[in-house]
């Protein structure tokens, strides 16, 4: 069975400019969450998407969003990137979401913004 | 609110050693999941395990151990006979169903295992 894919692994950009993750579940999980992970603040929640539907923020500003489709995958977006949005993007898959389920998560996009 | 603590920042062993990782855990929630994650150098988080707030036994898997006590809100996770390959940093975290469960995690600790 195929693990969480996330494309693309690394990814630089510019202050102002915005970028698209994406994410792709294992087969059959429903629940795909976001998180970022930052030297200083650690790994927190994004937000979590099931059956293409948010379920869970966090809290983040409005430039990040995201949106999950008919298939499972997801895409999270950042608009207007700023030098602090650098870090590495983990998004996580779950049958369900619930905490019953574990979560995997793939191996990240690692996104440096100048 | 839901917080997860893990004192120890880094932990540096030679080989062969065991190692204790601590995490201490608050919730007001009575039902909530705990889990141990780890980190190696690549990035992506590997699940290692989940524990319900109604099951307090301990578990062994081969060289790792769990120890969870609801009494002094925590959750220990000891590798006996370190290797090398158990080099990388080590997440305990929490959830809870008010939270939808989205997980909430400690600062990791950094274990170094020396040859």
């Known amino acids: 069975k195929a693990g969480v894919t996330q494309t693309p692994r690394y990814l630089i950009k510019t202050r102002g400019q915005q970028v698209t993750l994406s994410c792709s579940p294992i087969?059959?999980?429903?629940?795909v969450s976001w998180y970022q992970q930052t030297p200083g603040q650690g790994l927190q929640f994004l937000f979590e998407?099931?059956?293409?539907?948010?379920?869970n923020k966090g809290n983040f500003p409005g430039r990040f969003s995201g949106r999950q489709f008919s298939n499972s995958r997801s895409e999270m977006n950042v608009s207007t990137l700023e030098l602090g949005d650098s870090a590495l993007y983990l998004c996580?898959?779950?049958?369900?979401?619930?905490?019953?389920?574990?979560?995997?998560f793939g191996p990240g996009t690692r996104l440096t913004v100048l | 609110a839901q917080k997860v603590t893990q004192a120890q920042t880094e932990i540096s062993v030679v080989e062969k050693e065991d190692v204790t990782l601590d995490c201490v855990y608050e919730?007001?929630?009575?039902?909530?999941?705990l889990f141990w994650y780890k980190q190696p150098p690549s990035g992506e988080l590997v699940f290692l395990i989940r524990?319900?707030?109604?099951?307090?036994q301990n578990e062994i898997s081969g060289r790792y151990s769990w120890n969870f006590q609801k009494s002094t809100s925590s959750f220990n996770f000891t590798i006996t006979a370190s290797q090398v390959v158990d080099s990388a940093v080590y997440f305990c975290?929490?959830?809870?169903?008010?939270?939808?469960?989205?997980?909430?995690f400690g600062a990791g600790t950094t274990v170094t295992v020396r040859a």
């Open positions: 996580a898959s779950s049958l369900t979401g619930t905490g019953d389920n574990e979560q995997f």
């Open positions: 998407y099931f059956s293409e539907t948010q379920r």
């Open positions: 087969s059959g999980h429903r629940s």
């Open positions: 919730t007001r929630d009575t039902t909530y999941y």
């Open positions: 524990r319900n707030s109604f099951d307090e």
């Open positions: 975290a929490l959830s809870v169903p008010v939270n939808d469960y989205k997980l909430s």
